[in-house]
């Protein structure tokens, strides 16, 4: 597993429930070390024992846990940059989840091993779009439901979402848009800070 | 090989606005060189007061090489790569060409080329200040992407540089000779007082060593130092310890030795040895060793201060003496000066 993922599971731990509970969770998941690196990479192993013991010690579902990581993700400003390559997907909330399909190769762009599950959106007509989450491991359906949250706040957009497994192994979200200007949302530059 | 005729067509008619979507940083001449159109993203870069009805030359100016905007420079250069400036910003070069019209002008069409970053924080442009098919907005995607991939290989590259600094300092052994350094040496001898085991230790200075160095160089030297750590090391048991704690001093530490005649003996050999050339390149080295000698039984309690500077105090008697000798500590020994 990319230590990017790794790295991120480790920031939302860390940063929501303070660097003891990231310690303990360490601890539990046996790994050895107390950080990630974002730059390596890491047996796939390394990455479920680290959910898994999460869910131990904070005493709560994988499932709500990683859809936390997914906002996490999109909201929290030490994860900036991540909102910002997302939102370079698409002008309205209907362009960023039709640009979702794009996101793997995207991503491969600037990291060649980074390997992202598959996004394939089907739109069901009538503001209802269906996507399919293909991961190496379960749980990025949960991920992405919490994600796709925090991307409509940011686009101002008001949805419902839900989420099923499918007999393939694939999580299916059901994305319904309410409204796609539900709200002003959060204002994006082309260009952020210290890059000009 | 293409499989459809080429049929002749008539001219492409296009509005002004179907034109500006297409290429949204284009402006249009008359024949004298007259703006007639600014389509709209190039409009937000030019001053606001308009420049509709002006000659282009007070607008934009050629780059690489420098030239004036007049018509016989921009049609002498038609369908060639253009730099231009724009005058109210001169550091912006933008990327262009200039095509004719059939009523006699110009069309120019620009791109923000490398400048893009900057133009479009400049000026505050978005995704629809851009046309459908640009790839500006991905290029400005993988800059940031990079640019976040980059912060993060250079913060693990300072993970790593400050681990590895850690590392050498915990580290035990020196990187020349192989031999045990002075970390190594402080961390045995609180080892050896906390068993309460009484151990020798010799405190050895290379003579003629400073010579070797200034005559044959630092490689001849650095070969120097591992002959002698190789002549220490097979002078001592595995259980001992030689340390290099100074350029050419090194402290050897033999554990349970009490006899004072045993450690004068290994010393008589180590210097022998020591007194041998070594060759360097064809060339001979000859340097000999001092030896000051201490045996911890003859303190009350570990005391290394008292120890090391009674060791040093034997070490200079030595030098004294003649050098390539060896010296057991004992009261009266005339005291080391400067």
């Not at chain 1, 003891?20 to 990455?47: C, I, K, N, Q």
């Not at chain 1, 959910?51 to 859809?67: F, M, Q, S, T, Y």
């Not at chain 2, 390539?324 to 009261?331: H, I, K, L, N, S």
């Amino acid at each position: 597993m990319h230590g990017l993922i790794n790295r991120s599971i480790q920031g939302f731990l860390r940063d929501t429930y303070g660097p003891a509970t990231w310690g303990l969770v360490a601890h539990e998941a046996r790994l050895g070390f107390d950080s990630f690196e974002p730059m390596l990479s890491y047996a796939p192993e390394l990455t479920h024992a680290v959910i898994a013991a999460a869910a131990k010690v904070l005493n709560r579902p994988k499932d709500g846990l990683l859809e936390d990581l997914g906002t996490y993700l999109v909201s929290h400003p030490n994860t900036e940059a991540v909102r910002r390559l997302l939102r370079f997907g698409g002008v309205t909330f209907v362009d960023f989840l039709h640009s979702l399909e794009d996101l793997p190769e995207r991503a491969r762009l600037a990291l060649p091993d980074l390997d992202l599950p598959g996004l394939q959106l089907a739109g069901l007509g009538d503001g209802e779009y269906r996507l399919m989450v293909s991961a190496p491991f379960p749980g990025m359906g949960a991920v992405m439901v919490g994600l796709l949250r925090a991307m409509a706040d940011d686009y101002g957009a008001l949805v419902l979402l839900d989420r099923s497994g499918d007999a393939a192994g694939a999580d299916l979200v059901l994305i319904q848009l309410l409204d796609h200007r539900h709200s002003s949302g959060r204002h994006f530059d082309l260009v952020g800070q210290g890059l000009a | 090989m293409t499989i459809f005729a080429r049929i002749p067509m008539a001219p492409v008619t296009l509005e002004s606005p179907a034109l500006d979507r297409l290429m949204p940083l284009h402006l249009r001449l008359d024949e004298q060189g007259v703006i007639r159109w600014v389509a709209p993203t190039l409009a937000k870069l030019l001053p606001e007061a308009g420049v509709l009805g002006h000659p282009v030359s007070q607008v934009l100016a050629l780059r690489r090489p420098a030239a004036p905007t007049e018509m016989a420079d921009l049609r002498a250069r038609i369908g060639a790569r253009l730099h231009v400036a724009l005058l109210n910003d001169p550091d912006l070069v933008l990327r262009g060409h200039a095509l004719p019209t059939t009523d006699g002008g110009l069309v120019i069409n620009l791109s923000f080329g490398i400048w893009v970053n900057e133009a479009v924080r400049r000026y505050g442009l978005t995704v629809a200040d851009f046309a459908a098919t640009d790839l500006t907005v991905e290029m400005l995607y993988l800059v940031e992407a990079k640019s976040a991939v980059m912060a993060e290989l250079r913060s693990l590259n300072l993970r790593l540089h400050g681990a590895k600094v850690a590392a050498e300092q915990q580290a035990l052994t020196d990187t020349l000779t192989g031999l045990r350094n002075r970390r190594a040496l402080e961390l045995r001898l609180a080892e050896l007082a906390g068993q309460g085991r009484p151990f020798g230790l010799m405190h050895l200075d290379l003579d003629f060593f400073k010579q070797i160095n200034d005559t044959l160089g630092h490689a001849a030297g650095d070969h120097v130092l591992r002959q002698v750590a190789q002549i220490l090391t097979e002078e001592t048991r595995a259980t001992d310890l030689a340390a290099r704690v100074g350029g050419d001093e090194f402290v050897l530490v033999f554990p349970g030795q009490t006899e004072a005649a045993q450690l004068e003996l290994i010393a008589a050999r180590i210097i022998d040895r020591l007194c041998e050339p070594m060759c360097f390149e064809d060339q001979a080295c000859r340097i000999a060793g001092s030896i000051g000698m201490v045996l911890s039984a003859a303190y009350s309690g570990p005391d290394f201060e008292a120890m090391h500077a009674d060791a040093d105090q034997a070490l200079y008697a030595s030098k004294r003496a003649g050098r390539g000798r060896a010296t057991m500590y004992r009261a009266g020994l005339p005291p080391e000066t400067g």
